[in-house]
């Protein structure tokens, strides 16, 4: 073998073992990843009710239903879409109807979307960039001054 073949060969198996490596955790990170939808994108796919997703949009106005204990039931709506959503446990302090929401669970064959984490804004200005952007895709984003996962308005 030459000394080019022994340069081209060695090149060779390090990108090799360099792909071999990268499949390798892209397979473990597979299942950790978790990918947003709006009511909206939810309407027009199927998922696996076992694979954890985000969901998030707006708090529909009238939906909060309180149960047992901590037990609670509301709609998470983008406008043109909505999805109930029922939750088991302690709500953010700023968790409220007509305010931005994120839901972290699993979406049932029934349509309810069982949740496991729920996250509101953290102040009066800011909405989560996801939801902002599934507002504005759905035509129900109103103030066009803010961008999206600013905190303050303009620039």
């Known amino acids: 073998m030459t000394r080019k073949q022994k340069r081209l060969t060695i090149l060779g198996a390090g990108a090799g073992a360099l792909a ?20 909206s994108d939810l309407a027009g796919v199927s998922i696996d009710e076992a694979r954890a997703i985000r969901i998030g949009g707006l708090v529909a106005e009238g939906s909060v239903e309180r149960g047992n204990g901590l037990q609670i039931r509301f709609v998470v709506t983008d406008g043109p879409a909505s999805v109930p959503v029922a939750y088991e446990g302690a709500l953010p302090d700023l968790f409220r ?31 989560p960039p996801e939801v902002a952007d599934a507002l ?16 303050t308005g303009g620039t």
Do not use: C, N
Request: proline fraction near 4%; hydrophobic fraction near 35%; glycine fraction near 12%.
């Open 97 to 127: 109807e007509g305010q931005g929401v994120i839901a972290e669970g699993r979406l049932g064959p029934d349509g309810l979307f069982r949740a496991e984490t729920i996250l509101a804004k953290h102040d009066e200005s800011y909405m």
């Open 20 to 39: 071999l490596a990268a499949a390798l955790v892209l397979f473990a990170l597979r299942d950790t990843v978790t990918f947003f939808y709006s009511p």
């Open 136 to 151: 504005k895709r759905s035509g129900t984003w109103k103030d066009g001054s803010e961008s999206p996962g600013s905190t």
